[in-house]
């Protein structure tokens, strides 16, 4: 079977400072085999019809909440939106890293927590359901305080809109 990036421990913190310090060529060139058995078919698809989506996320919100809202003003369940502009505080990413256990293909980095404002440039998330509740994923790219980009997974229940982001979609 097929096994998940993220398991359901508790995240691991980390300093935010450490994800400048350099890594060497051998931690990042090497070969990613996915466990499991892959599907039959390589591409699985479903007709479906779309609706342009043009909003702005509201502040004081959580990411998933903000999102859920603009959807659900729109009468959708999911979708998929770009980001752009405003900023999110506070703010939680993760980010490649190697797995602790040979049992991931790959895996991700302890929680990161910049401090301050983080500026989006650009993003893309994706909203819908799995077993039931809401399931999202969100991969940006932002300055932080110290205006240096950055980019990664964005943990969409931990990450606060700060000011409004304009979101387009379908």
């Known amino acids: 079977t097929r096994t998940s ?4 421990s508790a ?8 994800i400048d310090e350099p890594v060497s060529p051998e931690r990042v060139m090497r070969s990613i085999k996915q466990p499991g058995v892959g599907p039959s078919e390589r591409v699985q698809w479903i007709e479906a019809k779309g609706l342009q989506v043009a909003a702005h996320l509201e502040p004081g919100l959580s990411l998933l909440d903000a999102v859920q809202s603009v959807f659900a003003a ?23 890293a190697l797995p602790e256990t040979p049992r991931h293909a790959a895996y991700y980095s302890a929680t990161l927590r910049p401090p301050g404002l983080s500026r989006i440039r650009t993003g ?11 399931f999202f994923h969100c991969h940006a790219f932002w300055t932080g305080a110290a205006g240096i980009l950055r980019g990664g997974h964005v943990m969409p229940e ?12 379908i």
């Open 5 to 8: 990036a993220r398991t359901t």
């Open 124 to 134: 893309a998330l994706t909203l819908g359901y799995r077993d039931g509740m809401p």
């Open 74 to 96: 729109q009468g959708l369940t999911s979708g998929v939106l770009r980001l752009e502009g405003g900023a999110f505080a506070p703010f939680a990413y993760v980010i490649p």
């Open 158 to 169: 931990e990450t606060f809109v700060a000011e409004p982001i304009q979101v387009i979609g």
């Open 11 to 18: 995240p691991r913190e980390m300093e935010h400072d450490k």
